[in-house]
């Protein structure tokens, strides 16, 4: 049987990405294991859920520069990375821009979640971004990393209503359950070798 494919999460709160990958992973046909989640803080809720799943984690100190990480912090998570075997990384709700040694080595092994249908809606607050315009659909996207912000080729996306009566929270909440199909989803078809890039254009091929 051919290894199964290691994971690592990075993130900064709350972790229900990184628990929706854990457990999708629990189930004995899925061909990847998360078996790293790396925060840049320490009073991130991922934490706890990492602990409860037994999977190792670790904080990083990525600098005190917010929105973007320090050199040593990539190398770091890059040899921690390395160390273990790790063949994707997985940003889930991770507060940085990647870059350095880590986004050289991870090119094409690097995924990321975004809570609106890239190419709109980049950035933070992408639910309220998206109310704000006052699109009548939003969604969410699992794209492959660049250097840029949500830039990378997209590899899965979902679609949700926006409704009239909608707060951010209660499209936030629409958008979250998307989130944590979509991401298994793509994870299990990297795992599969079923996804090959073509410059931006993503296709994932059939079971
Ligand atoms: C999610 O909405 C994700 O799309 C965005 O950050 C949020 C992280 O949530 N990148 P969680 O920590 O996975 O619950």
């Known amino acids: 049987m051919a290894d199964r494919l290691k994971v690592a999460v990075l993130a900064s709160g709350r972790g229900s990405n990184f628990q929706a990958l854990a457990s999708a992973c629990l189930a004995p046909d899925f061909p990847a294991d998360v078996t790293l989640l790396l925060v840049d803080d320490p009073d991130a809720g991922a934490i706890g859920i990492a602990d409860t799943l037994g999977v190792r984690s670790y904080v990083i100190d990525c600098g005190r520069s917010k929105g973007s990480m320090s050199k040593e912090s990539s190398e770091e998570i890059y040899r921690l990375c390395s160390e273990n075997g790790i063949g994707l ?119």
């Not at 507060?95 to 990321?112: A, H, P, Y």
């Not at 990393?145 to 209503?161: A, E, L, N």
């Not at 793509?186 to 059939?206: L, N, P, S, Y």
Request: charged share 25%.
């Open 89 to 207: 990384v997985c940003l889930a709700g991770f507060m940085r821009i990647v870059k350095g040694r880590l986004l050289e080595e991870f090119s094409g092994r690097m995924m990321n979640i975004h809570p609106a249908l890239l190419p709109s809606f980049k950035g933070l607050d992408g639910q309220k971004q998206a109310l704000d315009y006052g699109v009548k659909v939003s969604g969410c996207t699992v794209h492959f990393v660049d250097k840029g912000i949500d830039t990378g080729p997209i590899i899965i996306q979902r679609s949700v209503p926006v409704l009239q009566e909608d707060t951010e929270e209660s499209l936030s909440a629409r958008i979250l359950a998307m989130e944590h199909e979509a991401y298994p989803e793509a994870v299990k078809a990297f795992a599969e070798g079923r996804i090959e890039i073509f410059g931006r254009r993503v296709e994932i091929h059939d079971e």
